[in-house]
Each structure stands twice: as C-alpha cells, then as structure tokens.
C-alpha cells in the first residue's frame, strides 16, 4: 500500500517511533530493570539459602533449577503487575491531552495508532525482561538448565506481555481518562 508521498505504509506508523523514543528519554527505564534486577537478586538469595542446606548429591543443579524457575515466575508476575501500568494510559493520555483527534485527522489509520502504541510499549517493557538474561546464565554455571525450557517461557512471557497490553490497550481506549483506566485494570 502506498502512503500518500509514495513511499510504503507500515502497520505501526510513525507514531511508533515517537512513543518508543518518548519512553526511552524518560529515564523510568533505568530504575525499572535496577529494581527488576534487585528482586531477581533477591530470589537467588532465597533460592540459595533455601538449596544450599541440604544435603543432596547434586546440590548445585537442583538449586540451578529452582533458581531458573523462580526467576521465571517473577518475569511473569512482573509482567502483570507493570503491564497495565505502562498500557494503561496510551490512548487515554491522548484523550486527555487533547491530542487523540489530532492523531485522527493525520493520514495515520486508525490501526496504525493502535498498533504503534502497543508495540511501542512492548519493546520498552519487554527491553526491562531482558535484564533477566545475564542473571539467568548464572545457573548455566550452576549446573544448568535444559535451553528448551528457557526458549518456551521467553515465548510464554512474550505472548503474555502482548496479551496484557492489547487488554489494557483496550481499556484505555474505553476510558475517559488514565485514572479510570488504572482502576479499572487494578479494580477488575
């Protein structure tokens, strides 16, 4: 399809770019993956004096393996919790900034907004699940972890982070305004 220079449309928009790079500048994406990798640290610690106790014949590997899955669990619960924090107020923000029918009126389509400003929430959120990635080769060191399991809850927690950002998208086009929208997604 061709846009109206001539040049191809993409299902994202430009309105991608701009979230993407506004997220990026604003400095919440450096005290995120601290404190994201401060309570990974915290379940290692956990995991270790919970493993290290007993008094079993492959001592390190078992840890290894309680460890992956307990660092898996909080890259899930992490996504439910930030998820609709970040989604939330995407559309709603522009509604209450006045901007929403601006972004009607350009020669962006209506999926091209809505697509840009999921997508571009998903790369910011998911860029803080990767900081989980050197952690999680700690326990290739411990006596590791079978790669397949890795690979199909990066795919889990990937489907699951798009999940919770088309409902939450979609609760903030709903909503008057971002508050509504967070208390809807926090309230149910």
């Known amino acids: 399809m061709a846009g109206s220079c001539g040049g191809e449309r993409s299902i994202l928009g430009p309105h991608f770019y701009y979230d993407a790079?506004?997220?990026?500048g604003q400095g919440r994406t450096t005290i995120l993956r601290v404190a994201y990798l401060l309570a990974l640290l915290a379940v290692i610690?956990?995991?270790?004096?919970?493993?290290?106790?007993?008094?079993?014949?492959?001592?390190?590997?078992?840890?290894?393996?309680?460890?992956?899955?307990?660092?898996l669990a909080v890259q899930n619960l992490a996504i439910l919790g930030l998820g609709p924090?970040?989604?939330?107020?995407?559309?709603?923000?522009?509604?209450?900034?006045?901007?929403?029918?601006?972004?009607?009126v350009s020669q962006m389509r209506d999926g091209e907004i809505f697509f840009g400003k999921l997508w571009a929430r998903v790369l910011h959120l998911g860029g803080i699940m990767l900081a989980s990635l050197p952690v999680l080769s700690i326990a290739q060191v411990l006596g590791?972890?079978?790669?397949?399991v890795l690979v199909a809850n990066y795919l889990n927690s990937f489907l699951l982070l798009v999940t919770v950002g088309s409902v939450s998208l979609l609760v903030s086009v709903l909503s008057r305004s971002v508050t509504v929208a967070m208390l809807v997604l926090r309230h149910g």
């Open 85 to 104: 924090l970040y989604f939330a107020g995407a559309i709603a923000e522009e509604k209450e900034r006045k901007t929403l029918e601006l972004l009607f």
């Open 21 to 24: 790079v506004r997220f990026a």
């Open 144 to 148: 590791g972890v079978d790669m397949s």
């Open 45 to 71: 610690w956990s995991v270790y004096q919970g493993t290290m106790g007993g008094r079993r014949i492959n001592v390190q590997a078992v840890a290894a393996e309680r460890f992956v899955f307990m660092i």
